[in-house]
Nanobody, 115 residues
Framework: VQLVESGGGLVQAGGSLRLSCVAS????????MGWYRQPPGKQRELVAA????????NYAESVKGRFTISRDNAKNTMYLQMNSLKPEDTGVYYC?????????WGQGTQVTVSS
């Protein structure tokens, strides 16, 4: 499975960005997908996740009400719509695919929110 993120960039506080993650390869092995982020000098943290079946979602408390995770199965693509961005949302955002025995990571995309 290969995961490729896009959509990162520089935005002012209060602005919006939409990240995309395109999956290719043995995508049938993925049970759930999600977004992690790694702020500068900090550990990687889970931002949001979505299951492949029912599409159940889960969010970090810090992004609830501002971020929305979704997927388009026909396009093998997952999205993260980020609204009302804050400087503390700055970091490298990674797409993850959770398989039965393996986890797959994208290369990351930088999101920078200026104050």
């Amino acid at each position: 499975v290969q995961l490729v993120e896009s959509g990162g960039g520089l935005v002012q506080a209060g602005g919006s960005l939409r990240l995309s993650c395109v999956a290719s390869g043995s995508t049938f092995s993925i049970n759930a997908m999600g977004w992690y982020r790694q702020p500068p000098g900090k550990q990687r943290e889970l931002v949001a996740a979505i299951t492949s079946g029912e599409g159940a979602t889960n969010y970090a408390e810090s992004v609830k009400g501002r971020f929305t995770i979704s997927r388009d199965n026909a396009k093998n693509t997952m999205y993260l719509q980020m609204n009302s961005l804050k400087p503390e949302d700055t970091g490298v955002y990674y797409c993850i695919g959770l398989g039965g025995s393996d986890d797959y990571w994208g290369q990351g995309t930088q999101v920078t929110v200026s104050s």
